[in-house]
């Protein structure tokens, strides 16, 4: 078994995403660049010069078969998550992948079972998760220095409106897949996952997508999330934790850098800055090698239970905003009774609904295909 600085690496994809991985390759010694593929063979031998390795392919399947390889590290388009890594598992290799995994929750779970069945490491690159300023933000909520955490706001928002990818149905575009997870990810990282109601509301572009959006969760303990997401206008990328007792401002969403404790009368009692780093990608590549190089199949940091958590969540939002991406079945022609209870509307019920509910035996509720952890119970 190879040790950390031994992880050999095919990156698939020359985007941005693909260069920022190759510079944290070669700027660590966590692992190697074994190899770059695309669907055009000049652009992939233009990056391989770029970033200082050999090896470079003009196809997909030839890079995910190069037989050096330990790790396919995918950054192509959305909408070819789901080919891109199925093709790396079925040639027996290792995954870390783009966010968000897959277009749907469909998608994502046919992957996660495929790995499982060849028992191989795959694994979501939602990097916040990784970043080790996370730790600090979660000491500071534990500490109580602002009391018990009710309410968090977050935007994150790019002028992205001309890019290919972005506005294009047939690559998976639309903010909500772009920086819209980033912020559901956020919020389960504060609050957890424990929704019993979800809102949304956008603005769509000319071909029907979302240019922004703005998605209301609503937590079973009475916590609520505002999450504001665009591809039109820069935000300043900040979130807010209000408690009973102060709050805490975040600096970049995207990336931590640094966060503010405010008291109750608005005075800010202390700052935090974050470690210096080289791309912040490090973190998360650093626990797949240490994860692949254990034999686990996925990170503590994000397992797929959680990757699975927020796919549900975005199925049901786009589902509420009518967005369908053209490689997708029309949600309404599926049929009923294969809807995964994962994927029940996230809707409380007025207190005369959920009475009966609340009464129900957990059989009961079992049987009738029903999930308490979407549907909110009588207060």
């Known amino acids: 078994m190879f040790g950390i600085g031994k992880l050999n690496v095919v990156i698939l994809g020359t985007g941005y995403m693909a260069g920022l991985m190759a510079e944290t390759i070669r700027g660590t ?8 593929g695309s669907r055009n063979y000049e652009r992939a031998r233009e990056f391989a010069k770029e970033y200082g390795f050999k090896k470079y392919y003009g196809s997909y399947e030839e890079a995910v078969d ?24 079925e040639h027996g290799k290792n995954v870390l992948c783009e966010k968000p995994f897959a277009l749907n929750a469909a998608q994502a779970e046919e992957l996660f079972a495929l790995a499982r069945d060849r028992k191989l490491f795959c694994q979501e690159a939602m990097w916040i998760r990784f970043l080790p300023f996370y730790e600090q933000i ?16 977050a935007n994150l928002g790019y002028n992205v409106g001309r890019v290919s990818r972005m506005v294009e149905p047939e690559l998976g575009g639309g ?3 772009d920086s819209g997870v980033c912020l559901l990810n956020l919020a ?18 000319d071909r029907g997508l979302d240019a922004q959006e703005t998605v209301t969760l609503r ?19 900040r979130a807010v934790i209000c408690g009973t007792e102060g709050y805490i401002v975040i600096d970049n969403v995207s990336n931590f850098e640094g966060l503010d404790v405010f008291d109750s009368s608005y005075n800010r009692v202390v700052t935090y800055k974050r470690q210096k780093q080289k791309t912040g990608y490090e973190y998360e590549l650093e626990a797949c090698a240490k994860a692949i190089h254990k034999g686990e199949k996925e990170c503590a940091q994000m397992p797929q239970s959680q990757t699975m958590s927020v796919m ?26 294969e809807v995964s209870p994962a994927t029940a509307p996230y809707e409380e019920k007025t207190p005369a609904e959920a009475a009966p509910a609340a009464e129900a035996a957990p059989e009961e509720e079992a049987a009738a295909g029903g999930d308490p952890a979407f549907t909110e119970i009588s207060e």
């Open 66 to 89: 190069d037989p050096e390889a330990d790790l396919v590290y995918i950054a192509t388009p959305h909408t070819v998550h789901y080919e891109n890594v199925k093709m790396a598992l």
């Open 175 to 177: 903010a909500l897949l």
């Open 219 to 237: 937590y079973r303990d009475g916590k609520m999330a505002e999450l504001t997401s665009s591809m039109t206008g820069i935000s300043d990328r």
């Open 312 to 337: 549900h969540m975005l199925d049901y939002i786009r589902q509420q905003l009518g967005i369908v991406f053209p490689q997708e079945v029309p949600q309404e022609e599926a049929p009923a009774k």
């Open 188 to 205: 389960s990282m504060i609050f957890g996952d424990d929704i019993i109601r979800i809102n949304s509301h956008c603005t769509y572009t």
């Open 138 to 153: 979660l000491n500071v909520l534990r500490k109580g220095t602002i009391g018990e955490p009710v309410m968090l706001t």
């Open 29 to 36: 010694g966590i692992a190697k660049i074994c190899a770059v």
